[in-house]
């Protein structure tokens, strides 16, 4: 059972030259992961996305434009990660509810997941998370 | 031995609502690829990235913000593939030289990779992607 103790943030190295910038996620190497897919969402300034939480997936978050505040729950204590910059990758184990807010215009982030689309692995419903979290304890 | 003829799009769903839009790739049922590594590269208007082939690594490329001009070449032919919205998803298997131009400031292009990082996987010398090239007609 995860808590938002478990949650982690790498910094991982960002190269850049006259031409912008390259930062690179290796699946197995920097998040011990198998690396299934990846999906890429933007946001408007003040929008909110996210508010679940998975059973079985691990998800790596990584803002690559703009900036998103990440509040991570385990029911029990929250923690509040501020993304602004790519090489900031922020991993949620399985088991933590998460919200994605959206701090800038047109803000992009990328998300590693370990494992394919799968909606029974979502929690979607906060009474729900409680419950289960609960169950999870016992 | 891959041609430009190899080369493929993808054009992927794209979620839209009005906080912004999702678009997910699954490596196994999207590409058909192990998903191994993932870079994200910025590019100014006018840069030229890539400028090189790989021997056996399968690169997928996505322009999430902006609009980049892929080059792709396999010695005899050429094709150019105009990536401007993150939808479209440019599969380029080994063997084929490729350039990236970015044409509007901060563009951002994703790499999905079906290995790990390995610089001798690398030609970065045209005249050697042309002797490699012959050498594989052989």
Same mark, same amino acid.
Request: net charge negative.
């Given at each position: 059972?995860n808590? #938002? *103790? !478990?949650?982690?943030?790498?910094?991982?190295?960002?190269?850049?030259?006259? @031409? $912008?910038?390259?930062?690179?996620?290796? *699946? &197995?190497? !920097?998040?011990?992961?198998?690396?299934?897919r990846?999906? #890429?969402?933007?946001?408007? *300034? $003040?929008?909110? =996305?996210?508010?679940? &939480?998975?059973? &079985?997936? %691990? @998800?790596?978050?990584?803002?690559?434009?703009? %900036?998103?505040?990440?509040?991570?729950? +385990? $029911?029990?204590?929250?923690?509040?990660v501020?993304?602004? %910059?790519?090489?900031?990758?922020? /991993?949620?184990?399985?088991?933590?509810?998460?919200?994605?807010?959206?701090?800038?215009?047109?803000?992009?982030?990328?998300?590693?997941?370990?494992?394919?689309? +799968?909606?029974?692995?979502?929690?979607? +419903?906060? &009474?729900?998370?409680?419950?289960? =979290?609960?169950? /999870?304890?016992?």
């Amino acid at each position: 059972m995860n808590f #938002v *103790g !478990d949650i982690r943030v790498f910094r991982l190295p960002k190269f850049l030259d006259k @031409q $912008g910038f390259l930062v690179a996620f290796d *699946g &197995a190497s !920097d998040f011990k992961i198998d690396l299934r897919r990846v999906f #890429v969402v933007s946001g408007h *300034g $003040g929008s909110v =996305r996210g508010k679940h &939480a998975h059973k &079985a997936l %691990t @998800q790596i978050l990584v803002c690559l434009r703009g %900036t998103c505040r990440v509040i991570c729950d +385990d $029911g029990e204590a929250r923690r509040e990660v501020l993304l602004d %910059t790519p090489e900031d990758a922020l /991993q949620i184990p399985p088991g933590i509810w998460a919200e994605e807010h959206y701090i800038d215009s047109e803000s992009i982030v990328m998300v590693l997941c370990d494992l394919p689309f +799968d909606e029974s692995d979502y929690i979607r +419903d906060y &009474a729900e998370f409680l419950a289960y =979290r609960h169950r /999870q304890r016992e």
